[in-house]
């Protein structure tokens, strides 16, 4: 089944520790999006790639960076993480050219920050 | 600028009772609405969507929704709540050529046996 993979769905950094998160798709969609979402809230917009294309919404903390070597992968680098940045991470795809932006989730990773 | 507003954060439903989610928005173009469900330490999982095709739209579970313009809303409704759908329940818009989604607060919503 095409998918949206997440690796690994349970984190643990300390403070200060650089820390990645990985996305992968079998979906061949072209833009691929990186979520914030911390307990009983929405996910919050991060940034988000068309094809190589990088967009970074505007309140995102520098700490934050992003990666997509290839269509079908996409990471999520913590500089530095905080205690704050403890959250669920998920990432999603959609197909530009459809219209309609739905967006397909992989199951996510919970980041704990020690 | 597009809105969504859920009412309720919280709603709980006895077993095989109607279950109803409160969706509105706000949007200048005509938009693209969606309904997701979350299950605790998972994703994402789109229900439905509305994408001007049919107003009624039915959905995965047995979940179907509304779209009526007149009253700008989007609700989810499902005839018969099961213990299984608890879980929370997130509306989103989308309108005009735009990648992103606005996404409602979201809708706790427990199934008493």
């Known amino acids: 089944d095409a998918m949206v993979i997440q690796n690994p769905r349970y984190q643990v950094t300390q403070f200060g520790k650089p820390v990645t998160l990985s996305c992968s798709q079998t979906?061949?969609?072209?833009?691929m999006y990186w979520y914030q979402q911390k307990s009983s809230q929405a996910p919050k917009l991060l940034f988000h790639y068309y094809d190589k294309d990088f967009n970074n919404e505007a309140d995102t903390p520098d700490n934050f960076q992003s990666r997509r070597p290839n269509t079908s992968f996409c990471f999520l680098d913590i500089r530095s993480p905080g205690l704050g940045d403890a959250a669920m991470y998920l990432c999603?795809?959609?197909?530009?050219?459809?219209?309609?932006?739905?967006?397909?989730f992989g199951p996510g990773t919970r980041l704990t920050v020690t | 600028a597009q809105s969504v507003t859920q009412l309720g954060s919280h709603v709980s439903v006895s077993e095989g009772a109607l279950v109803l989610l409160r969706c509105n928005y706000s949007?200048?173009?005509?938009?693209?609405l969606f309904w997701y469900v979350q299950y605790p330490n998972q994703g994402l999982q789109l229900l439905l969507k509305y994408t001007s095709a049919a107003t009624l739209v039915k959905g995965i579970n047995g979940f179907e929704a509304e779209f009526k313009k007149s009253e700008t809303s989007f609700h989810l409704t499902k005839p018969s709540a099961h213990m299984s759908d608890a879980a929370e329940y997130f509306c989103a818009v989308n309108a005009g050529n735009n990648r992103k989604l606005i996404w409602g607060l979201g809708t706790s919503l427990a199934v008493n046996p």
């Open positions: 999603a795809t959609s197909r530009e050219g459809q219209g309609i932006y739905e967006q397909y």
């Open positions: 949007s200048s173009v005509p938009p693209y």
């Open positions: 979906l061949n969609h072209n833009v």
